[in-house]
């Protein structure tokens, strides 16, 4: 997409040791939490997501962790591969319909 | 699945001209939205329906902008007069009309205005 890259932090990790990317929300009614992966010149592409009455969610290759009390969600990425390298949105909903509020987005830079 | 499927993928347009974007979402999906995508703002919601409805169109900027959506298959975002500030991306994404359903994203429209 265009906004990739450029003033987004950036998260930089060797391959094939785990990243953790971190979120935090804002508003403590959201009860929906997704993690998405931009790739350049693509739409965001969903990876995993949790509800707010669990506290971890696993995938493969990825698990989503939230904790309610501090309001804060993260993703992590086991055995980072280079395909792994893209913008990560974390994404928030309160529930009410499917309309979702984004966050600003981290990169995810894998290092050969 | 064939995915979101949006088109043009790329428009460049001079200002005051008008742009339509159109989508299409995922059969069986009956709640569409769109997204605009800038380095500054990030993802912004614009508008999205249910059931071809629109429910909430508090993100459309201003008046130049309009969203229609005749029938489940088949949406369109136009701006008109378009102007510099309008330059995105802007994204289309589906979901069903459900509790906690992600959305589905197509692969946008870089729209450029000169």
């Known amino acids: 997409g265009e906004s990739v890259g450029l003033h987004l932090p950036t998260l930089s990790v060797q391959e094939g040791d785990n990243s953790i990317i971190n979120c935090a929300y804002s508003?403590?009614?959201?009860?929906?939490f997704i993690w998405y992966k931009q790739e350049s010149g693509k739409g965001p592409q969903f990876i995993i997501d949790?509800?707010?009455?669990?506290d971890k969610r696993q995938g493969q290759r990825v698990t989503v962790l939230l904790n309610k009390t501090v309001k804060h969600l993260s993703l992590q990425i086991a055995a980072t591969q280079p395909g792994d390298s893209a913008v990560y949105f974390c994404?928030?909903?309160?529930?009410?319909?499917?309309?979702?509020?984004f966050g600003k987005g981290i990169t995810l830079s894998v290092r050969p | 699945d064939a995915g979101v499927i949006q088109s043009p993928r790329h428009e460049v347009t001079e200002m005051g001209q008008e742009v339509t974007l159109r989508c299409k979402p995922i059969?069986?999906?009956?709640?569409l939205f769109w997204y605009r995508q800038t380095m500054m703002r990030g993802l912004e919601l614009l508008i999205y329906?249910?059931?071809?409805?629109?429910?909430?169109d508090s993100g459309m900027p201003e008046d130049r902008f309009s969203a229609k959506m005749p029938n489940a298959s088949f949406s369109t975002l136009k701006i008109q007069p378009s102007e510099p500030r309008d330059s995105a991306v802007y994204f289309c994404?589906?979901?069903?009309?459900?509790?906690?359903?992600?959305?589905?994203f197509g692969n946008g429209t870089r729209l450029t205005v000169t």
């Open positions: 059969s069986g999906h009956n709640s």
């Open positions: 508003n403590s009614a959201s009860d929906y």
């Open positions: 949790i509800r707010s009455n669990m």
């Open positions: 994404a589906s979901s069903l009309i459900q509790i906690n359903s992600p959305l589905h």
């Open positions: 994404a928030e909903n309160t529930g009410a319909n499917s309309k979702l509020t």
């Open positions: 329906f249910n059931n071809n409805v629109p429910i909430d």
